[in-house]
């Protein structure tokens, strides 16, 4: 029953550096999340998606985009790193709207 | 601006003790607010609120919204060592959901 899954799970890049995240979920969700956690800050937004092919952007959305091409996966990608897009990375799916969000185990990026 | 503000930060306690975590919300089009507890990876959840004044409770952990205070605790009872985790709220408007900053507890043997 593997829920959310995230790949990678942790990840060290140079400045300038590209990469994808890639979040993959067996619930058949409508609803996707990428968030980013940092200390003292809580889980900010990143961008959502309420459905196959929608993307929509959070609270802090500059410096990533991503895609929902499959109803199961959600990417983020990152085009040129910076180090302050050194975070804790999390994914969650929603079934519905009032239902709860499930939480992938996260990805540990750095950016040196 | 929507935001969600717990309080307090950060907590020491010792085993046995009684905790009482505050979230109070300014959110537009506010659906409901949940709990989640965090401990070295994913949130976990544990407790979602649509209406004021009901009490939802499991095991040792209670929690209860207050709409006209635009608030809500979660109560940890007879704290364990199990207990030592940030607990997040959260609160849903429209698509999605704010989080607070979390509470960071520490519960001592």
């Known amino acids: 029953n593997a829920g959310v899954t995230q790949t990678p799970k942790f990840r060290v890049l140079k400045t300038g550096q590209s990469m994808t995240l890639l979040c993959a979920q067996d619930?058949?969700?409508?609803?996707m999340y990428w968030y980013r956690q940092d200390p003292g800050m809580g889980l900010r937004l990143i961008h959502y998606s309420v459905g196959e092919g929608t993307t929509a952007k959070g609270e802090v959305p500059d410096g990533y985009n991503v895609s929902r091409l499959k109803k199961q996966n959600f990417l983020l990608g990152l085009e040129s790193a910076a180090p302050s897009q050194t975070s804790v990375y999390f994914c969650?799916?929603?079934?519905?709207?009032?239902?709860?969000?499930?939480f992938g185990d996260g990805t540990r990026l750095s950016i040196l | 601006e929507d935001k969600v503000v717990q309080s307090p930060l950060s907590l020491v306690v010792h085993e046995g003790d009684t905790v009482t975590l505050n979230c109070s919300y300014e959110v537009t089009n506010f659906r409901s607010l949940l709990w989640y507890k965090q401990e070295k990876k994913a949130p976990t959840f544990l407790f979602m609120l649509?209406?004021?004044?009901i009490e939802k409770k499991s095991g040792r952990l209670s929690s209860i919204l207050d709409k006209k205070e635009l608030s809500s605790i979660l109560n940890i009872t007879a704290t364990q060592t199990g207990d030592s985790a940030i607990y997040l709220c959260a609160v849903v408007g429209a698509y999605k959901y704010i989080f607070g900053t979390g509470t960071r507890l520490k519960v001592l043997a």
């Open positions: 619930m058949n969700h409508e609803y």
């Open positions: 969650a799916s929603m079934g519905g709207l009032g239902q709860p969000q499930h």
């Open positions: 649509t209406s004021s004044g």
